[in-house]
């Protein structure tokens, strides 16, 4: 397995990363490990694209009526003299 190793890392981030690990019963490594696979997880959720059925789910949630020709011309013209 590769190793890397991490210089100059702040002291409060340190004590940060030590104290999370004796939280959880983890060593230090450990604990840094599993911060950085959530934390990769977090980002591939919400970096990939949505799908149709998502994007049309998140329409129907919106509970907004469709916007009609007429609607756009009401909105279009609205405040003008």
Do not use: C, H, W
């Not at 100059?8 to 939280?23: K, Q």
């Not at 696979?37 to 919106?62: D, G, H, K, N, V």
Request: aromatic share 6%; proline share 9%; charged share 25%.
């Amino acid at each position: 397995m590769p190793s890397y190793t991490i210089k100059n890392i702040p002291v409060p981030l340190f004590n940060a990363f030590r104290d999370l690990a004796a939280t959880n019963r983890r060593s230090f490594n450990s604990e840094i490990l599993v911060s950085m696979e959530q934390r990769l997880r977090q980002a591939e959720a919400t970096s990939r694209p949505l799908t149709i059925e998502e994007l049309r789910a998140f329409r129907e949630s919106l509970n907004v009526s469709p916007l009609t020709p007429e609607l756009l011309e009401e909105a279009i013209s609205e405040g003008r003299p």
